[in-house]
């Protein structure tokens, strides 16, 4: 059974900074592209950002290109996201989810149950 | 990027009636496009990949139709458990730019 726990979530403060972490089980950690999707409260979903298998290749949605960045550890089965310059919008529960990629793009078959990022001074 | 529009926004259903779902892409996106299902204080939930692919231990309820722009998620005989939020995903790009629906929410009447 795949298995995906977050951590890391919390309160800080405009500007700051914060690291999540996602620890996986139940699958080939190494051979899988992994993702952070979030969703503020009562709100929608966003894919954030998308990391290949080996960690050659990042990518990440606009609004935090160049302030967040997506890290993984293929021998401990986890991966990263370190979050810096926060912004109050990005206030919102973050998911990892393990990608299926057919071809291009990617959808998400497996899904962590998630940790709350609150951005607030 | 490709804008994904679902509607209605909220749908009420009688138990075992039929419920439909739609979603809209901005362009066409082939049959590159997901469904999944939220409960309240859970992860989203994968039912449907590739238009109308059942994922795994999925019920045969469930149902997804479409291509190209146009998508649709039925579900045949509303349950009670089928009480929730539902999100379409398209995933044709390259690089990465993956987008979700606002999602429509499924209440039982």
Redesign the interface.
Same mark, same amino acid.
């Given at each position: 059974e795949v298995q995906l726990l977050e951590s890391g979530g919390g309160l800080v403060q405009p500007g700051g900074s914060l690291r999540l972490s996602c620890e996986a089980s139940g699958f080939t950690f190494r051979s899988a592209w992994m993702a952070w999707v979030r969703q503020p409260l009562g709100k929608g979903l966003e894919w954030v950002a998308t990391i290949k298998h080996d960690g050659s290749e990042k990518y990440y949605v606009d609004s935090v290109r160049g302030r967040f960045s997506a890290s993984r550890d293929n021998a401990k089965d986890s991966m990263s996201l370190q979050m810096n310059s926060l912004r109050a919008e990005d206030t919102a529960v973050y998911y990892c989810a393990k990608e299926v990629r057919p071809l291009s793009g990617a959808f998400f078959d497996s899904w962590g149950q998630g940790t709350l990022v609150t951005v607030s001074s | 990027e490709i804008v994904m529009t679902q509607s209605p926004a909220t749908l009420s259903v009688s138990p075992g009636e039929r419920a439909t779902l739609s979603c809209r892409a901005s362009q066409g996106v082939s049959d590159?496009l997901?469904w *999944?299902q939220q409960k309240p204080g $859970?992860? !989203?939930?994968?039912l449907i *990949? @590739?238009a109308s692919l059942r994922?795994t231990g999925i019920p045969a309820r469930f149902s997804g139709s479409g291509s190209g722009t146009e998508f649709t998620l039925t579900i045949s005989s509303l349950q009670s458990e089928d009480s929730a939020v539902y999100?379409c995903? $398209? *995933?044709?790009?390259? !690089?990465? $730019?993956?987008?979700? @629906? $606002? @999602?429509t929410k499924v209440e039982i009447k």
């Open positions: - | 590159n997901a *999944y $859970q992860a !989203p939930r994968l *990949y @590739g994922a999100y995903q $398209q *995933y044709l790009n390259w !690089p990465p $730019q993956e987008t979700f @629906g $606002q @999602g």
